[in-house]
């Protein structure tokens, strides 16, 4: 069984900040790598950030700098900070789990950066 479920998204003003959270607690198995991608309308699925079990992160281009990602392995969460935020960062956000076999999937949460 695999449950991936966002939560924290929102409207938030540019300059503002949002921490969104990923809870997989309800799978069968703790996820060796969790991250977190992003969507614009009409674009492509982007890597925002990634963290595997023994603490190794990454960043993608995109956010790097203003975004923390963090994972507690023994609640099977993670969860991304998000700084600084600008229009050009609207977008759903969905949380990845990999188990060095399959990518699963949330269903998304929807940033919404604007005044």
């Known amino acids: 069984q695999v449950r991936l479920v966002e939560s924290g998204g929102g409207l938030v003003q540019p300059g503002g900040s949002l921490r969104l959270s990923c809870d997989a607690s309800?799978?069968?198995?703790?996820?060796?790598?969790l991250g977190w991608y992003r969507q614009a309308p009409g674009k492509q699925r982007n890597l925002v950030a990634t963290?595997?079990?023994?603490?190794?992160?990454f960043y993608g281009d995109s956010m790097k700098g203003r975004v923390t990602i963090s994972r507690e392995n023994a609640k099977n969460m993670v969860d991304l900070q998000m700084n600084n935020l600008g229009p050009e960062d609207t977008a759903v956000y969905y949380c990845?789990?990999?188990?060095?076999?399959?990518?699963?999937w949330g269903q998304g949460t929807q940033v919404t950066v604007s005044s």
């Open positions: 990845n789990g990999y188990d060095n076999e399959s990518d699963y």
């Open positions: 309800e799978s069968s198995f703790t996820f060796y790598k």
């Open positions: 963290i595997t079990m023994d603490g190794r992160i």
